[in-house]
């Protein structure tokens, strides 16, 4: 019989779990087989009921067998780790050795629990792989935001930096407009009190000239004989020449110094016009011209400085009269343009080179002008002074002109005056 | 005969002025100084005062406020080659009856005159 001649020494080298026990039950040797499935315990092994739940009954039939027993029950192992076998025992001289085979159904039934709980395991790895996989994304994402966010911070301080010089170059610029302002505004202060003066030294002796040859001519000197008054008369006109330049150059100075104020009001444009035609009637009969009026019809008042309105109105026709020829036509015509007052005063004069044109509205330019047409005097200030008074009130003018051909100024003035 | 004090720094000036008083029956005193303006319109019985207000010594304004305070009822004409209306407006609203704007014509300056002794009477 086999199990009679394996020695428990054999039997400890084979993997067998198997156990040498006594009749009364003290267990007496262990294989390596056995050893490795009872494994660490803490309580010691005394007794065959220290290993096997067995009952009272099959525990005694076991010791007892003569031949052979087989049966069924848990083997302790660690403390909460049992497993069930079978156990089949078989005498070995006074002793019984008892084999142990796992029980294959719990085995099973261990496996499945197993492979359940792996299954459970492999799915919450799942779970933890596709979580740790989330994560790794949000960790990718939230890296590449960080790298972005630094990018745009490291942007945002070079964009902070470039309007920080900005900023410092505008209130540079800022502080050269200011220096540059407060000079121009002394340099007119200065040059308006230099008119001013000028004005003044030129006003002082020309009293004296005008004075004495006016009394002159009016005998108060004594008999005038017809050379003589030829003479006076040419100073008395040269002076009021004279005193005309120094009148408007006041006046432009005081325009351009910005110390001359609109004083606005309700125009009624046709009596103005026919202050301006009654003024112009002698003038234009001395060079045998015609003065052509044209209103529109129902023209509005216009909000404007009355006597500014006269005063580029009158600058205009007596310009035309004076650089048109003998027998030419002059022409005002007013009407209403998209909320502006439209005057244009036209002539069949001798024109404006195109090359003078751009220096039109200029001080002084003129004074090569007045050279072309003998008899004309100008001071070259008019239309400088035209144009101020024309800014002044938020408006335009444009001029078309044909040397030989005649000139168009044309004036444009809102209607509700200066917004 | 009207008295006038004329006061007026400019030799020439001074000269046509006389001239023209005296065309037109004028009697005057020269000034040649705002100084010597103020002590004789102070001193003197004049119908009228005809000041210049550029003056080598003291403003031509100064001695028309010295001349009010003094003399309130003696009309003053300002003739000066100031040439503005802020100038007018402002000698005006000082106390002067009139203003005369150089260069003057002459029957200009004697309108004005006999116009303001007129209405000081």
Redesign the interface.
Known sequence: MLEHVLSVTALAQEELPCFLVSRDGRVLETSDGARRMVGARTSPVHTVADLFNLTAGDRADMLATRVRWSGSCTLYREEHLNVDVRLVASPRGEDVLVFVTVDLDALTRFQEELGAMNSQLTNMNRERAKQAGRLARALTQIEAQAHELSEQKEEISAQAEELQTQFEQLADANDRLVEANAELEERERVKSAFYANLSHEVRAPLNSIMGFTEDALDGLAGPLTPTLEYYLTNVTNSSKHLLHIVTEMLDLAKLQSGRAALELESVDVCAVIQELEALMAPLVKRRQQTFAVTLADGLPALTADRAKLYQILLNLASNANKYTLEGGELSLAVRLEHGWMRFDVRDTGIGIAPTELPYLFEEFRQIHRQRRLPGVQSTGLGLAIVKRLIDMHGGRIEVESTPDMGSTFSVWLPMGGRA | MSHILVVED?P??R??IA??LE?HGFDFTMAESGKEGVAKASAGEFDAVLLDL?LPDIDGAEVLSIVRRARPTLPVIIMT????TVTRDEVLAAGANAYL??????QELIDVLEQTIERAR
């Not at chain 2, 080659?81 to 503005?84: I, K, M």
């Not at chain 2, 704007?101 to 002459?106: G, N, S």
């Open positions: 400019d020439l000036n000269d046509l001239r023209r065309a550029r080659a100031h040439g503005s704007l150089k260069p003057v014509r002459r």
